[in-house]
């Protein structure tokens, strides 16, 4: 079967002597891949002329539901991935974190798009910046699509999702992707892009797929283009270094691989529930994925005391685990990717002999379940032990990416952090404690080397996501060696696509510009009450000014009774005048109260409900006899996704000033409610 490469809107089957592909457990050719052919430039020009458009086009909360609608489709078609992937030596679990890994990704990316981000097309970061004395020229951070194309270089581990992971940001931002992954696993990635273009969720150009080489696609890059790459951190010092990358200052994401390390805590002895959740971790993780995961636990650092019982519970453990076919049973760690990683892995495993000793598995003989050590990628777990890890350094820099992992002791909290800093920046590390006084030191101490630090006792234990899962909802990648870069987290993840640009002028023309409210922004008053209005019809600016109200001290004492809080600023005399109020003060959500009840309109109409409340500040107190007034502003309006037998309505987010007599701020916030849209029956 020779793969297709998707460009341009076409299936492209590339020209030239192709790349052989073959089955991990039996070593025959499952198929062949070249790119020979592709019209890289055309491609980056497809993506950006066509692709960038229809993305942009769209809000963020339109491009979350596509990636929902997306993980759904994927969801109900993934038969055919888990099947091919057992042709990469996956087993079920491994696959189930390849698969459903990605599609849970899609899924996130979507629920945060929709509640983090505005249902427009840019995205407002940070408050107004109030630049000049009087407020006639203020600032304000933008932040809109690149429109370029973002170039996603996978590695060979995850093809569906280390696709998934950076499409979603991508796409949630508004850029086109064009998707190279791993040659050696691409047959994956090839099924999964013709499931997306099948589906016809994702818009034309958004998606792009090279199965092969990405020729000169890098002598055609732009400022406004992305590169992100996972991959070894040789590769991707390379590509970073490419003159185009540097003369176009093109964005350049690397997440690489790392010596990641796992700390047993000095408390956590052997017998202790941190000991035994310690030895199933590191088991796990240098067997999943066959220990091919850029985020497996490399470094193993335990107290001195402890060396003799963590090697014997790991051997124990290790043994325990079958190495084969996938589809055999009891299975539960299959080949590696290809022999080409077998001869990798056992040339590193070699260094690192050179000042380590095998404690367990053996590279010449071991057992393999319905499988050929001679045709598959077979490779046994082995565990190394180092003793003098400062004065060694091969284990803290080379890194045998599979199944391999190197014990050594520490003699103390501080040894155990400089160990763990010897990595050169690492994606991720774990600690596994029980003494919380441990886990700050460790943990403030390592941090500054770390993309991600877990920290494991028998309270987190049951929900723990693991050592070597990354999450969507955080940040993944890390200094140094790691690369320096940054994949998922959240929003974070999404604002790598899209231009940060300081906007600066009047607040009336910024607040055309960017659609929000700003203060000192031109308002307009309307007879009629803004509750009175539908959603189409307010006005970005549309301002009310209520009469006023004085608050007494029946009203202080009533709204005492009513709440039951009775602190003493509202209700002593004496300790009041003691106080930093000097006397009396009504409580502050007494004044929010009665703000409410100036700028409420009573009768039903289109205001629906009052849905939060978000950023109040109480500025100063109001005392007994003061007089309060509100100024309610329209301040940003957010249409929602229409839903099934629910009534069709939109967010709108109202600027609230409370000032007293003097004409003082005594409370700002802003007050959401839902409005109903206007339809034709209304």
Same mark, same amino acid.
């Given at each position: 079967m020779r793969l297709q490469s998707y460009a341009q809107g076409q299936w492209? /089957?590339?020209?030239g002597t192709p790349a052989q592909l073959f089955h991990a457990v039996t070593g025959e050719p499952v198929a062949e891949a070249s790119s020979e052919g592709l019209d890289f430039a055309g491609m980056l020009d497809y993506a950006r002329r066509v692709g960038g458009p229809k993305l942009r086009a769209m809000t963020f909360h339109e491009r979350a539901m596509m990636l929902k609608k997306l993980a759904q489709f994927i969801n @109900?078609?993934? /038969?055919?991935?888990?099947?091919?992937?057992?042709?990469?030596?996956?087993?079920?679990?491994?696959?189930?974190?390849? %698969?459903?890994?990605? &599609?849970?990704?899609?899924f996130v990316f979507s629920s945060k798009g929709r509640r983090e981000l505005p249902n427009e097309p840019i995205y407002i970061d940070g408050p107004t910046e109030r630049i000049s004395r009087e407020g006639t020229f203020v600032g304000r951070h933008v932040c809109v699509p690149l429109e370029g194309a973002a170039l996603h270089i996978n590695a060979f581990n995850f093809p569906c999702w280390g696709m998934l992971e950076k499409c979603a940001p991508t796409w949630l931002a508004g850029v086109p992707a064009i998707v190279k992954p791993a040659t050696v696993t691409s047959f994956v990635a090839e099924r999964l892009v013709r499931l997306i273009v099948e589906s016809g969720i994702v818009p034309e150009g958004a998606l792009q797929l090279i199965c092969g080489g990405v020729g000169d696609t890098f002598e055609h890059l732009t400022h406004q283009?992305?590169?992100?790459?996972?991959?070894?951190?040789?590769? *991707?010092?390379r590509l970073r270094q490419h003159s185009v990358i540097i003369e176009n200052s093109v964005r350049f994401n690397m997440e690489a691989d790392s010596l990641n390390c796992c700390i047993l805590g000095p408390d956590a002895a052997p017998g202790s529930e941190e000991f035994e959740l310690f030895i199933k971790e590191v088991g796990q993780e240098m067997t999943i994925k066959t220990g091919q995961r850029c985020t497996a636990i490399r470094r193993t650092f335990v107290?001195?005391?402890?060396?003799?019982?963590?090697?014997?519970?790991?051997?124990?453990?290790?043994?325990?685990?079958?190495?084969?076919?996938? #589809?055999?049973? *009891?299975?539960?760690?299959?080949?590696?990717?290809?022999?080409?990683?077998v001869g990798e892995v056992r040339e590193n495993v070699d260094i690192l002999l050179r000042s380590c000793e095998l404690v367990h598995g053996d590279l010449n003989r071991f057992e393999v379940v319905n499988g050929d050590p001679d045709k598959g990628a077979f490779f046994p777990s082995l565990l190394l032990y180092c003793g003098h890890p400062r004065a060694c350094d091969p284990p803290? #820099? &080379?890194?045998?990416?599979?199944?391999?992992?190197?014990?050594m002791p520490y003699d103390s909290v501080?040894?155990?952090? @400089?160990?763990?800093?010897?990595?050169?920046? +690492?994606?991720?590390?774990?600690?596994?404690?029980?003494?919380?006084?441990?886990?700050?030191? &460790?943990?403030?101490?390592?941090?500054?080397?770390h993309g991600r630090f877990m920290v494991v006792n028998r309270y987190s234990a049951k929900e723990?996501?693991?050592?070597? +899962?990354?999450?969507?909802?955080? %940040?993944?990648?890390?200094?140094?060696?790691?690369g320096g870069g940054e994949e998922l987290g959240g929003v974070r993840s999404v604002l790598h696509y899209v231009q940060r640009t300081a906007l600066q002028g009047s607040p009336t023309t910024l607040t055309r510009v960017v659609g929000e409210f700003m203060p000192g922004s031109a308002q307009r008053r309307d007879r009629v009450h803004p509750f009175r209005k539908y959603f189409e019809e307010l006005e970005i600016g549309e301002t009310l000014i209520t009469h006023r109200r004085t608050v007494t001290e029946a009203d202080v004492v009533n709204f005492a009774c009513l709440s039951g809080d009775h602190f003493y600023a509202h209700l002593d005399d004496i300790a009041a005048r003691e106080s930093i109020f000097e006397k009396r003060v009504a409580h502050g959500y007494l004044v929010l109260a009665m703000a409410a009840g100036l700028f409420v309109d009573p009768a039903p109409g289109p205001v629906l409900a009052n849905y939060g409340l978000d950023d109040l500040r109480f500025i100063q107190p109001v005392y007994i006899g003061d007089t309060i007034q509100v100024?309610?502003?329209?301040?940003?309006?957010?249409?929602?996704?229409?839903? /099934?037998?629910?009534?069709?309505?939109?967010?709108?987010?109202w600027d609230v000033e409370v000032t007293n007599q003097d004409g003082d701020a005594v409370a700002t916030y802003t007050i959401l409610t839902l409005v109903r849209l206007k339809t034709e029956d209304t």
């Open positions: 492209f /089957e590339g020209n @109900e078609n993934k /038969e055919d991935l888990n099947r091919l992937s057992a042709a990469t030596g996956a087993t079920k679990k491994d696959a189930w974190f390849d %698969v459903d890994g990605g &599609i849970g990704t899609l283009d992305i590169v992100t790459f996972t991959g070894s951190a040789q590769t *991707g010092r107290p001195k005391e402890h060396v003799g019982a963590v090697i014997e519970a790991l051997s124990a453990r290790l043994s325990s685990i079958k190495l084969g076919d996938p #589809a055999s049973e *009891g299975v539960r760690m299959g080949p590696l990717v290809g022999r080409k990683q803290h #820099a &080379i890194e045998a990416f599979g199944p391999v992992n190197t014990v501080e040894d155990a952090i @400089e160990l763990a800093k010897l990595g050169r920046g +690492s994606l991720v590390g774990s600690l596994f404690t029980a003494d919380d006084k441990a886990a700050r030191r &460790i943990t403030l101490g390592v941090s500054s080397h723990s996501t693991g050592h070597g +899962s990354p999450l969507p909802h955080l %940040v993944h990648g890390g200094p140094g060696r790691a100024r309610l502003t329209c301040k940003r309006k957010t249409p929602k996704p229409p839903r /099934e037998g629910e009534v069709p309505q939109g967010v709108v987010a």
